[in-house]
């Protein structure tokens, strides 16, 4: 696991034409699947001395430079954790002005992703979200249902440990009412009952925000993911930082417990 660091201090600070930054190796040799903890966005807000609500809207503008920043540098599909289980712990200021802020990015963002071709799910427990919160996230879904540019999905009240949860519950379903052989479960049976059935698992896992840990994020799809943990606060993380772990993850050594002959 590595540790990198940056002095950026503005969420729109250049992020293009900087030295780094380019197209991956044709060969293939970068992260299909990125997955971030997007981490940082309130204490960024302290540190300027504004309310965290105020890196929160910083973070979600840094959202779309990433997301567009995908395709030239080979990324395929990014999951981004955007609001756990655990974070209904928060104020209910700060969940509340999160629920609008999603709202918002949902409904601001619904055309220019459409047209960038970038398709969106929503990955999580929808059950405790509101309904106008909900049928946004239909709705985009179903808007850019045809796209295949870039597949962005977006972990909203996700837990790592609830998805296993819930999908052992539906398998466990499924065997009751006879549609499962319990003799027929394996290592391969669970992920098809996961949200992310119809995902690759992610090849790289970022964190921002100099924290080292995951956060209950993707238990078991990163069981092989390579992970960078940066102290580089989520409004201030750029195009060129993401590119320069992009590829440093092509120079790593992936045996997935084997050995080169």
Not at 76 to 84: E, Q, V
Not at 100 to 129: K, M, N, P
Not at 174 to 184: K, M, Q
Request: with cysteine; charged share 30%.
């Amino acid at each position: 696991m590595a540790r990198r660091t940056s002095d950026s201090l503005s969420p729109d600070a250049p992020s293009s034409g900087e030295a780094g930054v380019g197209v991956l190796d044709p060969a293939g040799q970068g992260p299909r699947h990125v997955a971030i903890i997007m981490d940082g966005n309130g204490r960024w807000a302290t540190m300027r001395g504004r309310p965290r609500l105020f890196g929160h809207h910083a973070g979600a503008r840094r959202v779309r430079e990433i997301v567009e920043a995908c395709p030239d540098l080979g990324v395929k599909y990014l999951t981004i954790f955007a609001f756990s289980t655990e974070n209904w712990r928060r104020t209910q200021v700060e969940v509340a002005g999160l629920m609008s802020l999603f709202r918002r990015y949902i409904t601001g963002e619904a055309r220019q992703l459409r047209d960038e071709g970038v398709r969106v799910r929503f990955i999580g427990d929808r059950v405790r979200l509101d309904d106008k919160l909900v049928a946004l996230m239909d709705e985009l879904e179903l808007m850019t249902a045809g796209n295949d540019r870039v597949h962005l999905t977006i972990a909203l009240n996700y837990g790592g440990r609830d998805e296993v949860a819930r999908a052992t519950k539906r398998l466990a379903q499924d065997v009751a009412l006879g549609r499962l052989d319990p003799a027929d479960v394996d290592e391969e049976t669970l992920p098809k009952y996961l949200d992310t059935y119809v995902l690759p698992d992610p090849d790289l896992v970022i964190r921002t925000s100099g924290e080292a840990r995951i956060s209950n994020f993707l238990l078991w799809q990163s069981a092989y993911a390579e992970y960078e943990f940066v102290d580089t606060l989520w409004p201030d993380f750029s195009r060129a930082e993401f590119a320069k772990l992009l590829h440093g993850y092509g120079a790593r050594d992936r045996r997935f417990g084997g050995v080169k002959l």
